[in-house]
C-alpha cells in the first residue's frame, strides 16, 4: 500500500472511530507499526490529526477529507470515468467544470483529446471551473480558452465559492455542465457535504443546456448535508464498471442516461 493510500485509509479510521490506535492501524494495513507511527506524525504535522502515545484521535478538521488525499481512491475508475466524458465533449463546446478528482480526471483527458490539439490557432473548448487546480492544469494547453470564476478558495477542494464566484456564472451561458458530486440518491438528487460548494455547483447546472453527473459506483444510493440538483435536472451519468444493476436501475427508470465507464 502507498503512502497516500495508508493516509486516506488511516483518516477514514478516525473518522469511523475518533482515534487510531497504532497497532490496530498496523494490524488492518498490514505495514508496521513504525510504518504507521511515521504516517501518523506526517499527519499531525499537516494538523490533521492530533497525536497521543500510541495513536492519534481526531483533529477538529472536517473529515470531508481534502483532495490531495482523494486522488489515490479509485483512481482507475475515475479515470475511466474521465475519459468517457471527454469523448461526449464536442469541439467548440462551452463546459462547465466543478472541482473534485473525477471531475479533475475528465479535465484532463479533455485537455489531452489528440482532435482538440489539432485544431490550430484559436481554442477549440472552452471550459469555465470554479476549480483552482483544474484551472492550472488546463491553462498551458493553448487549445483551450480557460475561464476562472472569482471567489474564497476552499482548502479541502480548491473550489472557490461565494458572491464573486456566482457573478461570473451568472454571466456565461454553458453547452454542457460536468458535476461531480458527493453522493446521489434517487429521492435527494445530486449532493454535497458543503453547502457553499453545493450552492456554486447548483448554479453552474443552471447555467447548462445539459448537465452530467460523474460519480464512482460508491456514491450510489446514498446522500450527502446539501442538495445540488434534483434528479430530474441530471441528463446523463457516468459511473465505473462495477455499479451494480439494482443501483443503476433507478436511474435509468428516472430517464437519466447511465454510462458505464
Given at each position: 500500500?502507498?503512502?497516500?493510500?495508508?493516509?486516506?485509509?488511516?483518516?477514514?479510521?478516525?473518522?469511523?472511530?475518533?482515534?487510531?490506535?497504532?497497532?490496530?492501524?498496523?494490524?488492518?494495513?498490514?505495514?508496521?507499526?513504525?510504518?504507521?507511527?511515521?504516517?501518523?506524525?506526517?499527519?499531525?504535522?499537516?494538523?490533521?490529526?492530533?497525536?497521543?502515545?500510541?495513536?492519534?484521535?481526531?483533529?477538529?478538521?472536517?473529515?470531508?477529507?481534502?483532495?490531495?488525499?482523494?486522488?489515490?481512491?479509485?483512481?482507475?475508475?475515475?479515470?475511466?470515468?474521465?475519459?468517457?466524458?471527454?469523448?461526449?465533449?464536442?469541439?467548440?463546446?462551452?463546459?462547465?467544470?466543478?472541482?473534485?478528482?473525477?471531475?479533475?480526471?475528465?479535465?484532463?483527458?479533455?485537455?489531452?483529446?489528440?482532435?482538440?490539439?489539432?485544431?490550430?490557432?484559436?481554442?477549440?473548448?472552452?471550459?469555465?471551473?470554479?476549480?483552482?487546480?483544474?484551472?492550472?492544469e488546463l491553462a498551458v494547453r493553448p487549445q483551450i480558452k480557460i475561464v476562472l470564476t472569482g471567489g474564497v478558495a476552499?482548502?479541502?477542494?480548491?473550489?472557490?465559492?461565494?458572491?464573486?464566484?456566482?457573478?461570473?456564472?451568472?454571466?456565461?451561458?454553458?453547452?454542457?455542465?460536468?458535476?461531480?458530486?458527493?453522493?446521489?440518491?434517487?429521492?435527494?438528487?445530486?449532493?454535497?457535504?458543503?453547502?457553499?460548494?453545493?450552492?456554486?455547483?447548483?448554479?453552474?447546472?443552471?447555467?447548462?443546456?445539459?448537465?452530467?453527473?460523474?460519480?464512482?459506483?460508491?456514491?450510489?444510493?446514498?446522500?450527502?448535508?446539501?442538495?445540488?440538483?434534483?434528479?430530474?435536472?441530471?441528463?446523463?451519468?457516468?459511473?465505473?464498471?462495477?455499479?451494480?444493476?439494482?443501483?443503476?436501475?433507478?436511474?435509468?427508470?428516472?430517464?437519466?442516461?447511465?454510462?458505464?465507464?
Amino acid at each position: 500500500m502507498k503512502r497516500p493510500e495508508r493516509w486516506n485509509a488511516l483518516l477514514e479510521l478516525l473518522a469511523r472511530d475518533g482515534r487510531v490506535d497504532l497497532e490496530q492501524a498496523a494490524a488492518e494495513l498490514a505495514v508496521s507499526t513504525a510504518t504507521i507511527r511515521r504516517d501518523l506524525d506526517e499527519l499531525a504535522r499537516q494538523q490533521m490529526l492530533t497525536r497521543t502515545r500510541g495513536g492519534a484521535v481526531a483533529h477538529n478538521v472536517s473529515y470531508d477529507l481534502p483532495l490531495r488525499y482523494k486522488t489515490a481512491r479509485r483512481a482507475s475508475e475515475k479515470q475511466r470515468i474521465g475519459a468517457a466524458v471527454a469523448r461526449m465533449v464536442d469541439p467548440g463546446a462551452i463546459v462547465g467544470l466543478n472541482g473534485g478528482t473525477t471531475t479533475t480526471e475528465a479535465a484532463r483527458a479533455i485537455g489531452t483529446r489528440a482532435d482538440l490539439a489539432a485544431a490550430g490557432g484559436a481554442p477549440a473548448v472552452t471550459i469555465v471551473t470554479n476549480a483552482l487546480n483544474i484551472a492550472s492544469e488546463l491553462a498551458v494547453r493553448p487549445q483551450i480558452k480557460i475561464v476562472l470564476t472569482g471567489g474564497v478558495a476552499r482548502p479541502q477542494s480548491f473550489e472557490l465559492m461565494g458572491p464573486l464566484a456566482t457573478g461570473v456564472l451568472d454571466a456565461v451561458s454553458l453547452d454542457v455542465a460536468v458535476i461531480g458530486v458527493d453522493a446521489l440518491d434517487l429521492t435527494q438528487g445530486a449532493t454535497a457535504h458543503h453547502e457553499g460548494e453545493a450552492s456554486i455547483n447548483h448554479l453552474m447546472a443552471r447555467r447548462a443546456e445539459r448537465v452530467i453527473v460523474v460519480a464512482d459506483s460508491t456514491k450510489l444510493g446514498h446522500r450527502a448535508f446539501a442538495r445540488i440538483c434534483a434528479i430530474d435536472e441530471i441528463d446523463v451519468l457516468v459511473t465505473d464498471t462495477g455499479a451494480p444493476d439494482e443501483l443503476v436501475a433507478p436511474f435509468t427508470e428516472a430517464g437519466i442516461r447511465v454510462v458505464r465507464a
